[in-house]
T-cell receptor, first 113, second 110 residues
Framework: NAGVTQTPKFRVLKTGQSMTLLCAQD?????MYWYRQDPGMGLRLIHY???????AKGEVPDGYNVSRLKKQNFLLGLESAAPSQTSVYFC????????????FGNGTRLTVT | DAKTTQPTSMDCAEGRAANLPCNHS???????VYWYRQIHSQGPQYIIH???NNETNEMASLIITEDRKSSTLILPHATLRDTAVYYC???????????FGTGTSLTVIP
């Protein structure tokens, strides 16, 4: 099983450009999450989804949008990138059961110049 | 929202047990405690989780206090490959969110 796959792995954007990060999971998980991690810091939750067609805000949602049109995919969009969005972005999924752990992808390293 | 507190860094001699503490005093009665580790900038790796009783798997042991306000992750025989940042996390109040703190940076010394 591939688990959680994130694309792309690396990306450089100029300020004001837009892009979409794709997260795909093949474990039939209901819940999916987007986190960002800045240097020397822990992970902060951006948005999450508890099922197809539903999304919710996390700790740091400003400047990002998400969509969950298919159960296996969770997209994170940056409409107008800013240097403050330079970070490593991690996607995770879980089955949604109370004791179910998170399964993480390997991250997307985004630099905004 | 339930949050956790961990020491910023710890050292451990290779071959010795590494004991990583975590405070989660606001945890609710039916919430699990989860432990993850992150090596370099890879995605966090799940280690173990528990509710009330002590747990053990092939990677580690988890000791949860009776009042559930704190826990300790034990790596019984630390190796150099265990050098990583270890996160203790609980779910948020809605049950849908997982909050990470800054974790404990464990350095295993030869």
């Amino acid at each position: 099983n591939a688990g959680v796959t994130q694309t792309p792995k690396f990306r450089v954007l100029k300020t004001g450009q837009s892009m979409t990060l794709l997260c795909a999971q093949d474990m039939n998980h209901e819940y999916m999450y987007w986190y960002r991690q800045d240097p020397g810091m822990g992970l902060r939750l951006i948005h999450y989804s508890v099922g197809e067609g539903t999304t919710a805000k996390g700790e740091v949602p400003d400047g990002y949008n998400v969509s969950r049109l298919k159960k296996q995919n969770f997209l994170l969009g940056l409409e107008s990138a800013a240097p403050s969005q330079t970070s490593v972005y991690f996607c995770a999924s879980s089955s949604g059961q109370r004791k179910s752990p998170l399964h993480f992808g390997n991250g997307t390293r985004l630099t905004v110049t | 929202d339930a949050k956790t507190t961990q020491p910023t860094s710890m050292d451990c001699a290779e071959g010795r047990a590494a004991n990583l503490p975590c405070n989660h005093s606001t945890i609710s009665g039916n919430e699990y405690v989860y432990w993850y580790r992150q090596i370099h900038s890879q995605g966090p790796q799940y280690i173990i989780h528990g509710l009330k009783n002590n747990e053990t798997n092939e990677m580690a042991s988890l000791i949860i206090t009776e009042d559930r306000k704190s826990s300790t992750l034990i790596l019984p025989h630390a190796t150099l490959r265990d050098t990583a940042v270890y996160y203790c996390i609980v779910r948020g109040n809605t049950g849908n969110q997982f909050y990470f703190g800054t974790g404990t940076s464990l350095t295993v010394i030869p």
